[in-house]
């Protein structure tokens, strides 16, 4: 009757166990996917701000041109003033803040995943080792025949 009881109990632990193991896995599948996201909004914004950066060397470049032709006497200075007149510092510092908002975020998730993942690996071990005293206290041999002595 002792190996019935170990077999059922083991065999109940077995399947919990391995129903652990699918939901942490579970888990660390959907960490993973928001940090991929996290990481694809991040390389966006790094090509966004390459390209503020292209157009802002661009300004630059046309406001030398301008420069060159005032002081030869070709330009006009209110196309020159027009060309000189924006700032990047406000979208610097808001795009450097962006940026280890999101390495943090990212980091965050990937460590969920990996957390999840452990857990993952220790609730399969647990499902093997019920599943070990499952089989050596007889599996469903034992169990059946216990029912089979229960009801005769």
Same mark, same amino acid.
């Given at each position: 009757?002792? *190996?019935?009881?170990?077999?059922?109990?083991?065999? *109940?632990? /077995?399947?919990? !166990?391995?129903?652990?193991?699918?939901? *942490?896995?579970? !888990?660390?599948?959907?960490?993973?996917?928001?940090?991929?996201?996290?990481?694809?909004?991040? !390389?966006? *914004?790094? %090509?966004?701000?390459?390209?503020?950066?292209? %157009?802002?060397?661009?300004?630059?470049?046309?406001?030398?041109?301008?420069?060159?032709?005032?002081?030869?006497?070709?330009?006009?200075?209110?196309?020159?003033?027009?060309?000189?007149?924006?700032?990047?510092?406000?979208?610097?510092?808001?795009?450097?803040? /962006?940026?280890?908002?999101?390495?943090? /975020?990212?980091?965050?998730? %990937?460590?969920?995943?990996?957390?999840?993942?452990? !857990?993952?690996?220790?609730?399969?071990?647990?499902?093997?080792?019920?599943?070990?005293?499952?089989?050596?206290?007889?599996?469903?041999?034992?169990?059946?025949?216990?029912?089979?002595?229960?009801?005769?």
């Amino acid at each position: 009757m002792a *190996a019935t009881a170990i077999a059922v109990v083991s065999l *109940a632990v /077995g399947v919990e !166990e391995s129903r652990k193991a699918g939901s *942490a896995r579970d !888990e660390a599948a959907k960490q993973q996917q928001i940090a991929q996201g996290k990481q694809e909004a991040k !390389e966006k *914004a790094q %090509l966004s701000e390459s390209r503020r950066q292209q %157009l802002r060397k661009e300004r630059v470049r046309r406001a030398k041109i301008l420069q060159r032709a005032q002081n030869i006497g070709a330009g006009q200075s209110s196309g020159a003033a027009g060309a000189t007149g924006s700032t990047q510092f406000g979208s610097n510092i808001g795009f450097q803040t /962006g940026q280890g908002f999101a390495s943090q /975020g990212i980091s965050t998730n %990937l460590q969920k995943a990996q957390t999840a993942g452990a !857990e993952s690996q220790t609730a399969q071990a647990n499902a093997g080792l019920a599943m070990n005293v499952f089989s050596s206290a007889g599996g469903f041999g034992t169990i059946f025949t216990a029912g089979k002595k229960l009801f005769t």
